[in-house]
């Protein structure tokens, strides 16, 4: 139960770091959005890591810990990323679609992050705090929606291509991109 209990402060302290670091990388990422809705959505996530990082400290408390972070580096990997990105295709249809990208790495490391802390708190024994780290699903099935239906088909229009789809009842629709 140790070795399982300092593997979960571990980790516990990397995800509160990674989630103050984000506190300020996310907000840059929806300003160089030029889709209005994918800026509503990354303004809205960025709104939310507020309370992301108060539920950490609130897990901390829960089981006796001081509140510490311990520097995550994928995070901060994946906000230089993104902010490469950005400047990278910055005047292209493509600049959403690969905000969105760079969106679902970091929701995708936070979902994996939460998933595990999660089943380990409750492997520990604590049940209730295990509610607070039920964390980031619901933004990513926002971006997934967001592309889909938006962004991913913008960005193809650059190239002028063609790109098919199926209407509600499955049957494939081709349609021209320019």
């Known amino acids: 139960m140790k070795a399982l209990t300092g593997l979960f402060l571990e980790e516990l302290s990397v995800r509160y770091d990674s989630e103050q670091q984000q506190a300020g990388g996310p907000s840059k990422i929806a300003a160089a959005a030029t889709c ?4 509503k959505l990354l303004f ?3 709104g939310e890591t507020g309370s992301h990082v108060e539920k950490l400290g609130q897990v901390f408390k829960a089981l006796g810990e001081e509140v510490k972070g311990a520097t995550c580096e994928i995070t901060a990997a994946l906000l230089r990323g993104c902010e490469i990105t950005a400047a990278k295709h910055h005047g292209s249809p493509a600049l959403n679609a690969a905000l969105i990208a760079c969106a679902q790495k970091i929701e995708h490391q936070e979902i994996a992050s939460y998933g595990c802390l999660r089943e380990w708190v409750v492997l520990m024994g604590s049940q209730e705090t295990a509610g607070l780290l039920d964390q980031e699903k619901s933004a ?3 971006l997934i929606k967001l592309a889909r239906f938006r962004c991913n088909k913008e960005a193809l229009s650059e190239a002028g291509n063609t790109f098919s789809s199926s ?3 499955g049957h494939e629709i081709v349609k021209s991109a320019a």
């Open 44 to 46: 809205a996530h960025h």
């Open 36 to 39: 209005p809705h994918l800026q």
């Open 140 to 142: 990513n099935q926002s």
């Open 167 to 169: 209407d509600r009842f």
